[in-house]
């Protein structure tokens, strides 16, 4: 599959005022240090199953036969004909575990993890926004580097650890774009955006914060944040910040309902930022300049105008990659669900041939 280039102006607008989204939805865990040994065997605060060969994601995948490869003509599935979308691009949004602005990682593998990853898929053709999100313990082949940059090959691990190989930049981005990609059946990905954790309470309180319903109790003194489940409140900087990013790492799937927590967040933080962009037409702007010094990105973005709002949106296009959490010998391992899976992709990417 070629790539793709940059469908228009306007989408780059629209992606400009995500990167607001994008921060608000970070979520991390106890930031644990990104560590491994000097042969990359043992990975002390995630998953690494087994060696993967590159070029064998389909495989690992667990896909029969009747799965084809995505390319430029027609694949079949079930007994029909698709084509791949043509009016879509998709970018990578990622929150990665760290309260800093941005800088260089020490070694080749404290880039930090990417516990927030989000696919934005924008169609030019019906103005419409769809978003999926990722289970950071997603199973899946990663990149695999010592301390000095070597590479030690593909192996199956957690999703949210390939950032962590990396300078904690554009390297460590790249490689993610590289391991979704192949997850997602070499799905082109246009370009990235990753935000440190940092931003999530300057960029939430810029749109005057978003209501939600509690989903879980959250408690933090520290921060003066004391949510209680089934009550609605608006989200102030400290609130949004622990909301998206704290969870119980005693509890099983604490990462699954995290991610619930963030799904519903970014829905309500759309429909408000919908609204209060009508009223200030700077709002962009001042969401982007809260990020900036937590932002990684390889898109060129433009000025704002009034119309970046102008695709759509609704609670129904957030999907969720399909699967199941398993408890590993150590940590939390979710693995797809690869016939929901691909049935998901066809649903977003492709649509039916022409008969």
């Known amino acids: 599959m070629k790539q793709k280039k940059p469908f228009s102006q306007k989408l780059n607008n629209i992606l400009f005022f995500l990167l607001g989204i994008l921060a608000v939805v970070i979520a991390g865990v106890i930031f644990i240090n990104f560590q491994t040994n000097a042969t990359g065997s043992e990975q002390k ?20 036969s009747s799965v084809e490869k995505w390319q430029e003509g027609t694949i079949t599935y079930n007994e029909k004909k698709y084509v791949y979308n043509t009016s879509i691009e998709t970018y990578l949004l990622m929150g990665i ?24 898929v924008a169609n030019k053709e019906t103005q419409q926004m769809s978003i999926i999100s990722i289970n950071r313990n997603t199973m899946t082949p990663i990149e695999i580097y010592d301390e000095n940059g070597k590479d030690l090959g593909e192996m199956t691990a957690q999703l949210c650890g390939q950032h962590g190989f990396g300078d904690g930049k554009k390297l460590s981005c790249s490689r993610t774009v590289n391991a979704v990609s192949k997850m997602f059946y070499n799905l ?34 520290a921060k003066d944040v004391a949510l209680k489940k089934g009550q609605t409140k608006t989200l102030n900087g400290n609130e949004a910040y622990c909301y998206l990013r704290n969870r119980d790492i005693t509890q099983f799937e604490s990462a699954t ?32 300049n809260s990020a900036a010094d937590y932002l990684v990105t390889d898109i060129d973005f433009t000025e704002l105008v009034s119309t970046l709002m102008g695709y759509g949106y609704s609670d129904d296009r957030m999907y969720t990659v399909p699967g199941e959490t398993v ?8 693995n797809i669900d690869n016939q929901a899976f691909y049935d998901m992709v066809i649903q977003i990417f492709y649509k039916e041939a022409d008969k």
């Open 257 to 288: 309902d995290r991610l619930r927590r963030q799904e519903q967040y970014l829905n309500g933080f759309i429909s408000k930022a919908q609204s209060q962009n009508q009223a200030n037409s700077a709002l962009a702007m001042d969401i982007y």
């Open 45 to 64: 605060d995630y998953v690494v199953k087994d060696d993967t060969q590159a070029g064998e994601t389909k495989k690992s995948n667990g896909l029969s």
């Open 97 to 120: 575990d760290n309260d800093e602005p941005v800088s260089t990682a020490k070694d080749s593998v404290s880039g930090g993890q990417s516990d927030a990853i989000f696919l934005l």
């Open 327 to 334: 408890k590993g010998d150590k940590y939390e391992e979710f």
């Open 188 to 221: 082109p990905i246009s370009g990235y955006m990753s935000i440190n954790m940092g931003a999530i309470g300057d960029i939430n309180d810029a749109i005057g914060g978003v209501e939600v319903n509690v989903l879980q109790d959250i408690n933090v003194p």
